[in-house]
């Protein structure tokens, strides 16, 4: 099989987060909500009525509304956006009054916090380097598609193992405005690979029914790396003839 290109998913393809759980998941981002929180008092937008307490519950529900609306929609909810939602709401409920000088790099930075804790999450597998080493050589490009409602902490993670330089192209749902399994986000990741005319020789590697169903709707070719960990409400992958892996090093035997 002639290979042009190979776009893969990050968490569980590249990355594992060890032992995830929904309760980990939970501690992780509510520690990452508590320094945010400072950062909220530094600009003096907090008010004596405003506990932490309520503030983490106000989030967690605005949270969990954008998830099934995205879910739902295929359109992807920045966590920028749900902090500046939040701050609205406690204006608009006279509990806080003070959110004008609250930019748009403010919201940034917020939601950069919010998901700092995952940078001390996540690591690559023991085979991501080594595979993605093999597949530059062998001038194949490389990009990266994750739906992710924070851009730059996918970005940092890449960065911080010294695996950034590998990709072509790096694309998050909450860059692009759109989750996988909508065809678009791949479509446009092709046409930046420069790949737009050559969909049938790009390969697709990801866990999930979002990145099989999603390449398939693109016409693009796709394999599934198959995680040790089961979620739940996964979807069932109904694709024929349906090629799995189970370490990322073994994609190299299939496109030799």
């Not at 099934?68 to 806080?96: A, C, G």
């Not at 004008?100 to 930075?109: A, G, H, M, R």
């Not at 909508?182 to 737009?196: A, H, R, S, V």
């Amino acid at each position: 099989m002639t290979v042009k290109g190979i776009i893969f998913d990050f968490g569980f393809t590249l990355f594992y987060f060890d032992n995830p759980s929904v309760e980990r998941y939970y501690e992780c981002f509510k520690k990452g909500l508590l320094k945010s929180i400072d950062i909220l008092k530094e600009k003096r937008v907090w008010s004596e009525e405003l506990s932490n307490e309520s503030f983490v519950k106000k989030f967690a529900k605005s949270r969990q509304h954008f998830f099934r609306k995205s879910i739902k929609t295929k359109t992807e909810f920045p966590t920028s956006l749900i902090f500046q939602n939040v701050l609205e709401s406690l204006r608009e409920e006279h509990i806080i009054n003070n959110i004008d000088n609250i930019d748009l790099n403010t919201y940034d930075k917020l939601a950069d916090i919010y998901h700092s804790c995952e940078e001390d999450e996540w690591e690559p597998f023991e085979n991501t380097r080594e595979t993605l080493e093999i597949l530059t050589k062998k001038n194949v490009k490389v990009a990266l598609i994750s739906n992710h409602p924070n851009h730059q902490t996918i970005e940092n993670m890449l960065k911080k193992h010294d695996l950034a330089k590998f990709f072509e192209f790096i694309l998050t749902s909450a860059k692009y405005g759109k989750r996988k399994p909508d065809p678009n986000i791949f479509l446009y990741t092709l046409e930046q690979m420069g790949l737009k005319d050559h969909a049938n020789s790009v390969i697709m590697c990801g866990d999930e029914y979002a990145d099989i169903i999603g390449a398939k709707r693109a016409n693009i070719q796709s394999i599934l790396l198959e995680r040790k960990y089961k979620f739940p409400f996964e979807k069932e992958i109904n694709v024929s003839n349906l090629r799995k892996i189970n370490n990322i090093l073994e994609i190299l035997d299939i496109i030799e």
